[in-house]
């Protein structure tokens, strides 16, 4: 019987020592500002790729990839990445790191100087979002791109641990709010692990959730997604308060807002906090059905 090929050893990955050193060459320390924590841990970068369910013919959007650390994880795992990074210093560092550590996969690397909660276009149509988002703007980062980029069907995203809460809350859970309705207007989400503190440099003071979703259609409904949206965010303006009271100023008045929630099928004495997106889709769709 003929013995089985060995398994190709794993490809090296960045750690402590490369992170620094690829940092004091370009004059680099991260910065509170943009939310950089960079991962010093090969076998974290494995562990969030594995989670990731990367298909290798996929293209993966990568969000602030800053030293390249979760990159080269990627681009072993899929066909192209197309990175999106803020900060240009950074951003011009990549791909000679690439190159260096991955020469055979430089090609199938873009990089993008840009804001990700302002880019619209990329030179690739992403199938997997896969990135380290930086704590202060990644919800508002993976509404953006859901929303600009329909291609995106999957994907996996490390944010601050209580983020992570939020994003994949339930109604009626304490942490359920704006993130975990807007995130369910698009895609279906779970917490896929927790990533503890000291893999990354440097050490963030909580935790990092892992968020894996999986999009799906949103509601059937007549109302637009900024219709639906609008009723979300005044919903949670005022958590304590009822929605007949906290939607008052959406509706025109708290009468009209108990006859849109009643039309709606929903109890208008009912907090924000215990309907679903479907819900939420319903009373949109009332108040556009009493002004045609």
């Given at each position: 019987?003929?013995?089985?090929?060995?398994?190709?050893?794993?490809q090296p990955l960045l750690g402590?020592?490369?992170?620094?050193?690829?940092?004091?060459?370009?004059?680099?320390?991260?910065?509170?500002?943009?939310?950089?924590?960079?991962?010093?841990?090969?076998?974290?970068?494995?562990?969030?790729?594995?989670?990731?369910?990367?298909?290798?013919?996929?293209?993966?959007?990568?969000?602030?990839?800053?030293?390249?650390?979760?990159?080269?994880?990627?681009?072993?795992?899929?066909?192209?990445?197309?990175?999106?990074?803020?900060?240009?210093?950074?951003?011009?560092?990549?791909?000679?790191?690439?190159?260096?550590?991955?020469?055979?996969?430089?090609?199938?690397?873009?990089?993008?100087?840009?804001?990700?909660?302002?880019?619209?276009?990329?030179?690739?149509?992403?199938?997997?979002?896969?990135?380290?988002?930086?704590?202060?703007?990644?919800?508002?980062?993976?509404?953006?791109?859901?929303?600009?980029?329909?291609?995106?069907?999957?994907?996996?995203?490390?944010?601050?641990?209580?983020?992570?809460?939020?994003?994949?809350?339930?109604?009626?859970?304490?942490?359920?709010?704006?993130?975990?309705?807007?995130?369910?207007?698009?895609?279906?989400?779970?917490?896929?692990?927790?990533?503890?503190?000291?893999?990354?440099?440097?050490?963030?003071?909580?935790?990092?959730?892992?968020?894996?979703?999986?999009?799906?259609?949103?509601?059937?409904?007549?109302?637009?997604?900024?219709?639906?949206?609008?009723v979300i965010d005044a919903a949670?303006?005022?958590?304590?308060?009822?929605?007949?009271?906290?939607?008052?100023?959406?509706?025109?008045?708290?009468?009209?807002?108990?006859?849109?929630?009643?039309?709606?099928?929903?109890?208008?004495?009912?907090?924000?906090?215990?309907?679903?997106?479907?819900?939420?889709?319903?009373?949109?769709?009332?108040?556009?059905?009493?002004?045609?």
């Amino acid at each position: 019987m003929t013995a089985p090929e060995p398994s190709p050893a794993p490809q090296p990955l960045l750690g402590a020592t490369e992170i620094r050193r690829l940092a004091e060459e370009i004059g680099v320390r991260p910065t509170k500002t943009l939310g950089q924590n960079f991962v010093i841990d090969g076998n974290t970068i494995r562990r969030i790729v594995a989670a990731a369910k990367v298909d290798p013919t996929e293209t993966v959007l990568e969000v602030g990839p800053g030293l390249g650390s979760l990159t080269l994880g990627l681009l072993d795992a899929a066909a192209r990445v197309v990175a999106v990074e803020i900060d240009p210093v950074l951003a011009a560092k990549l791909p000679s790191t690439v190159a260096a550590f991955r020469p055979a996969l430089a090609g199938n690397l873009d990089v993008v100087l840009s804001d990700a909660m302002r880019v619209t276009e990329l030179p690739a149509e992403p199938t997997a979002l896969v990135a380290n988002l930086p704590y202060n703007v990644a919800v508002p980062v993976v509404l953006h791109l859901l929303e600009h980029f329909p291609s995106l069907k999957h994907g996996l995203v490390m944010v601050q641990d209580e983020v992570a809460d939020r994003m994949v809350a339930g109604p009626g859970s304490k942490t359920y709010g704006v993130p975990s309705v807007k995130g369910a207007w698009y895609s279906q989400m779970r917490k896929a692990g927790v990533i503890g503190m000291n893999v990354f440099w440097p050490a963030p003071k909580i935790s990092s959730g892992l968020v894996e979703f999986t999009r799906r259609e949103p509601p059937k409904t007549h109302a637009s997604r900024e219709e639906v949206f609008a009723v979300i965010d005044a919903a949670f303006a005022q958590r304590r308060k009822t929605l007949r009271a906290a939607l008052a100023g959406w509706a025109g008045g708290a009468a009209q807002a108990e006859t849109y929630l009643r039309q709606a099928g929903v109890d208008p004495s009912a907090r924000g906090e215990v309907i679903d997106v479907i819900a939420y889709a319903r009373i949109a769709e009332a108040k556009i059905s009493a002004t045609v």
